[in-house]
């Protein structure tokens, strides 16, 4: 069985993060998002992968899995986002007449992938992972009926079920004849859902399998600061990992200090992670923090937040919670006169001041 992973869409919804960089290289509790994609393929025995990527995320792509250990990974470009079903169109050929297992590559599984491809045989159309929602019309929605999934609808209005479609699928090739001949949908795109639905259709069955554990979809601000605080509980150390310098400073509960990083004269209480050539000085780091590669984070306090490549927090009087800092985001103190606040936002930006 082959693996596909999704990583060509523009994750608008979390402009101004994205303009410069894909949604699947975030780091969260220290790993880039798509990573944890590879690394639940690769446990559930799909070792073989192939990656759908855009021509403007191909690199960042690239460098986010580098040194993918036990994992062979080929690069399938998608020159047009037009849908889920159009990007398993572009990998066509790579994927043959291999079963496989299609996995959007900005979603997180608690328990990984490997309950949906053991549930796979070759009887199967397909066996499509569901988690139950408060409000479903965000999403594609299944009716079931004893297993089997009957009915799916894309964004429903009114929907028939509180049961979504989460981002992993498992197909039989049979599915790709199906999208070949698919025809778009009222927004242009060419919908999974509709793929599936014409599965069901022909005969096929089509397993609904609810997801163990917890699962999220890292579409917004929220659900990152959210993945990533279910992520660092996940540490698997109750107890400080540091591998870096520790000079005069507390560290507490579930804390990785990765080799490279420094923390002097700060309290450090977990989960938290440090990445490597990250700088905590006079500082506060609170629960639920990831402090990415080469970020600084000196005379200031910051909890519930993600820093990623080389942002900077300096001399800040107020404490930083709930905060996203993309790769080189500066927050700092204005010294002098006039006393006001200087801002340079990006479209879409979000920003509350005490």
């Known amino acids: 069985m082959k693996g596909l992973i999704l990583a060509a869409g523009r994750g608008t919804r979390l402009r101004p993060l994205t303009h410069t ?26 070792n073989e992968i192939g990656v759908v990527v855009s021509p403007d995320t191909q690199e960042d792509i690239r460098q986010a899995l580098k040194n993918c250990l036990n994992a062979k990974i080929t690069y399938i470009v998608q020159e047009q986002a037009l849908g889920i079903a159009h990007a398993v169109g572009a990998a066509r050929a790579w994927l043959g007449q291999s079963p496989f297992v299609l996995y959007l590559g900005d979603n997180l599984f608690q328990k990984g992938v490997r309950p949906f491809v053991e549930a796979f045989h070759p009887d199967l159309g397909a066996v499509i992972a569901l988690v139950r929602v408060p409000d479903p019309r965000q999403f594609g929605v299944a009716v079931l009926e004893k297993g089997r999934i009957v009915q799916l609808l894309e964004k429903p209005k009114e929907p028939p079920s509180d049961l979504a479609v989460a981002g992993v699928y498992v197909f039989s090739p049979v599915v790709l004849d199906i999208i070949a001949n698919l025809n ?27 997801v163990d554990g917890w699962w999220k979809d890292t579409g917004r601000p ?37 080799e490279g990083a420094v923390v002097r004269h700060s309290t450090v209480l977990g989960p938290v992670h440090i990445a490597s050539g990250a700088l905590i000085e006079g500082a506060y780091i609170g629960p639920f923090t990831s402090v990415g590669p080469n970020a600084k984070v000196r005379q200031a306090e910051v909890e519930f937040s993600i820093l990623e490549d080389s942002a900077v927090v300096e001399d800040v009087p107020l404490r930083l919670h709930e905060c996203i800092l993309g790769v080189g985001a500066r927050v700092t103190r204005r010294s002098g006169l006039p006393k006001a606040h200087k801002l340079v936002l990006g479209d879409l930006s979000s920003l509350e001041l005490a």
């Open 222 to 258: 929220d659900d990152l600061l959210d993945a990533n605080r279910l992520l660092l509980v996940e540490q698997k150390s109750p107890t400080p990992v540091v591998q870096g310098k520790v000079e005069e400073s507390k560290i507490t509960g579930r804390v990785v200090i990765e």
């Open 184 to 210: 778009p949908s009222a927004r242009g795109e060419y919908e999974i859902t509709d793929a599936i639905q014409a599965l069901i259709d022909q005969g096929s069955t089509v397993l609904g399998r609810e």
């Open 21 to 46: 960089r894909p949604k699947p290289v975030i780091r969260l509790a220290g790993k880039p998002i798509i990573r944890y994609a590879v690394e639940n393929l690769i446990n559930a025995d799909v």
